[in-house]
Structures are given as structure tokens and as C-alpha cells.
């Protein structure tokens, strides 16, 4: 169910047609920024680059069926939805490179210098600052649109694992949510313009750049065993290239886990 407090919510509506951010619907409280544009989507009424950031949400999902749990009015909880004229399934890849990019440039923005581990975790230090859902919509001439939730760790102070980390954490000092969040919709909405225009190559060598492990022996997990293996790259299908005892393998998100 859609859990929304209405009385402080409100849109703006930016002069850019057609851009991320043309409009932004700021939520106190949601039960998930991604159900929220998945309600829309369903009602015909979002159009493209339409974001909505919310205070808080009590049902914010995570990769793998796992929730993602923000205090209140301390992190940047964001989606967007984006539409494409075309985009082959076997590019869609690019979603995650372009989404990946954007938040470590909003970091180095920062001065941070932040890691992608592999598909589209944000790491600083090797500790999670930042995690992203993309949920797509496939016909039969390739990706329809996405729904795109970030879950951006601004102000938080408070987490269950040591392996995550905030932007106070890190800079030692609070920042304005609503500040990372512009940051974080300006770099979505250059960054698309690669996506426009079909450069895909641009977008994955600025990926496997900052790609966390790439070239290293690292250890992940598969089915219930520790395994060690060298990560060489990405397929053209996305999925992770390691090197492993049986050769080199390709995975997808659901096969295996990274340890930190
Ligand atoms: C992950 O690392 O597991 C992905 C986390 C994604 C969280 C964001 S917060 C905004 C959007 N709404 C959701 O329910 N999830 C995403």
C-alpha cells in the first residue's frame, strides 16, 4: 500500500522539458520511492526524467529482496524514471554504468574518491555509501524504460554493518541532504546524454575504471562456499568476468556475493 503523508508534499516543475529533475516530487514519507514511480507508471501519469526524492520510507527495497533501512531525513532516498528510444537489452549494462558514474561523481564532488562494486554498489574505503535498484521495463525492441531508486548515505551515523560508511563519516562534518540530491540530479541528467547517444564505450571504460577488485584476487561466495577468484571485467550483457579455478566465468548478481 502507498503510505503517503500529502500535506507537505509538493512538485516542482523546471523550465528543461525532457531532462532528469524537469520535475521533482518531494515526499515526507513513502513506503518506497521505486513503488511510488512503479504506481505511476501503472496510472500512465510519469513522464521521463520525473524524480522523486523522499524524507523517509518504510519499505525501501535493496538488491537481492533485502530492505534498505534510512533514518529519517538523514540520507537521499531518490528514483527517477527514465524512458529510452532505443536501447537494446544487450546494452543494459549502460543503465548500471550510467547510474554507477553519476553518484561517484557527486562524491568526488566531495572530494571522495569512491568505488563501484560490481554491479552498482558505491564504496568509500571499501565500506557501502551507496546502493541502487534499477528496475526495467523490456518489449520486444529492447528496454522500454527503468525505474532507477538510489539509497545515497548522507547524514547517517548508525549502521548495522562496519562495512558501510556515510558522508559524515567520512568528511566529519553534516551535509544538506537536499545539496547531495541536486548534485545527484544534475550528474543523472548530464550523464544521460551518453546513454542518447549510444555511448556505450565511454560509459564502460569510465565503469571499469572505478570498478572495485578489477584485476585482483578477491573472495565471493557461491553456494554457501568461499571461493577466490581475479575479476576481469564485464560482459557486454553486464555480467561480472572473473578469473576462477575452472577458468574464466561469468556471473550474474544472483550467483555470487563479494566479501568486503
Ligand atoms: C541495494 O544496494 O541493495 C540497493 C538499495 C536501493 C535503495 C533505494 S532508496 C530509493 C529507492 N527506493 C527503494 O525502495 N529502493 C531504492
Same mark, same amino acid.
Given at each position: 500500500?502507498?503510505?503517503?503523508?500529502?500535506? =507537505?508534499?509538493? $512538485?516542482?516543475? @523546471?523550465?528543461?522539458?525532457?531532462?532528469?529533475?524537469?520535475?521533482?516530487?518531494?515526499?515526507?514519507?513513502?513506503? =518506497?520511492?521505486?513503488?511510488?514511480?512503479?504506481?505511476?507508471?501503472?496510472?500512465?501519469?510519469?513522464?521521463?526524467?520525473?524524480?522523486?526524492?523522499?524524507?523517509?520510507?518504510? @519499505?525501501?527495497?535493496?538488491?537481492?529482496?533485502?530492505?534498505?533501512?534510512? =533514518? #529519517?531525513?538523514?540520507?537521499?532516498?531518490?528514483?527517477?524514471?527514465?524512458?529510452?528510444?532505443?536501447?537494446?537489452?544487450?546494452?543494459?549494462? #549502460?543503465?548500471?554504468?550510467?547510474?554507477?558514474?553519476?553518484?561517484?561523481?557527486?562524491?568526488?564532488?566531495?572530494?571522495?574518491?569512491?568505488? +563501484?562494486?560490481?554491479?552498482?554498489?558505491?564504496?568509500?574505503?571499501?565500506?557501502? +555509501?551507496?546502493?541502487?535498484?534499477?528496475?526495467?521495463?523490456?518489449?520486444?525492441?529492447?528496454?522500454?524504460?527503468?525505474?532507477?531508486?538510489?539509497?545515497?548515505?548522507?547524514?547517517?551515523?548508525?549502521?548495522?554493518?562496519?562495512? $558501510?560508511?556515510?558522508?559524515?563519516?567520512?568528511?566529519?562534518?553534516?551535509?544538506?541532504?537536499?545539496?547531495?540530491?541536486?548534485?545527484?540530479?544534475?550528474?543523472? @541528467?548530464?550523464?544521460?546524454?551518453?546513454?542518447?547517444?549510444?555511448?556505450?564505450?565511454?560509459?564502460?571504460?569510465?565503469?571499469?575504471?572505478?570498478?572495485?577488485?578489477?584485476?585482483?584476487?578477491?573472495?565471493?561466495?557461491? @553456494?554457501?562456499?568461499?571461493?577466490?577468484?581475479?575479476?576481469?571485467?564485464?560482459?557486454?550483457?553486464?555480467?561480472?568476468?572473473?578469473?576462477?579455478?575452472?577458468?574464466?566465468?561469468?556471473?550474474?548478481?544472483?550467483?555470487?556475493?563479494?566479501?568486503?
Amino acid at each position: 500500500m502507498l503510505f503517503l503523508n500529502l500535506l =507537505s508534499n509538493f $512538485a516542482i516543475r @523546471n523550465e528543461n522539458m525532457n531532462q532528469i529533475g524537469q520535475t521533482i516530487i518531494a515526499l515526507d514519507l513513502v513506503d =518506497s520511492t521505486n513503488n511510488y514511480v512503479a504506481n505511476l507508471v501503472k496510472e500512465g501519469t510519469i513522464a521521463h526524467g520525473t524524480v522523486i526524492l523522499a524524507d523517509e520510507q518504510t @519499505n525501501g527495497r535493496g538488491q537481492r529482496g533485502t530492505i534498505w533501512q534510512t =533514518s #529519517a531525513k538523514k540520507n537521499v532516498i531518490l528514483s527517477t524514471f527514465v524512458t529510452f528510444q532505443q536501447l537494446p537489452i544487450e546494452k543494459q549494462s #549502460a543503465i548500471h554504468h550510467w547510474v554507477a558514474i553519476s553518484i561517484c561523481q557527486v562524491l568526488s564532488n566531495y572530494g571522495i574518491s569512491a568505488n +563501484i562494486k560490481w554491479p552498482n554498489d558505491i564504496l568509500v574505503e571499501n565500506k557501502k +555509501i551507496a546502493g541502487v535498484l534499477i528496475e526495467n521495463a523490456i518489449s520486444s525492441s529492447g528496454i522500454k524504460h527503468a525505474i532507477i531508486g538510489i539509497g545515497l548515505n548522507v547524514n547517517e551515523e548508525e549502521f548495522e554493518s562496519d562495512k $558501510a560508511t556515510s558522508l559524515k563519516q567520512i568528511l566529519g562534518s553534516e551535509v544538506e541532504v537536499r545539496e547531495v540530491a541536486n548534485k545527484l540530479i544534475h550528474y543523472l @541528467n548530464s550523464g544521460f546524454s551518453s546513454i542518447v547517444n549510444c555511448d556505450f564505450l565511454t560509459l564502460k571504460t569510465d565503469y571499469l575504471d572505478k570498478l572495485w577488485g578489477l584485476n585482483q584476487t578477491v573472495e565471493f561466495v557461491r @553456494n554457501d562456499e568461499v571461493e577466490e577468484g581475479i575479476i576481469v571485467g564485464t560482459s557486454e550483457f553486464g555480467l561480472l568476468e572473473v578469473i576462477t579455478s575452472n577458468g574464466k566465468e561469468e556471473f550474474d548478481i544472483k550467483e555470487v556475493k563479494f566479501i568486503l
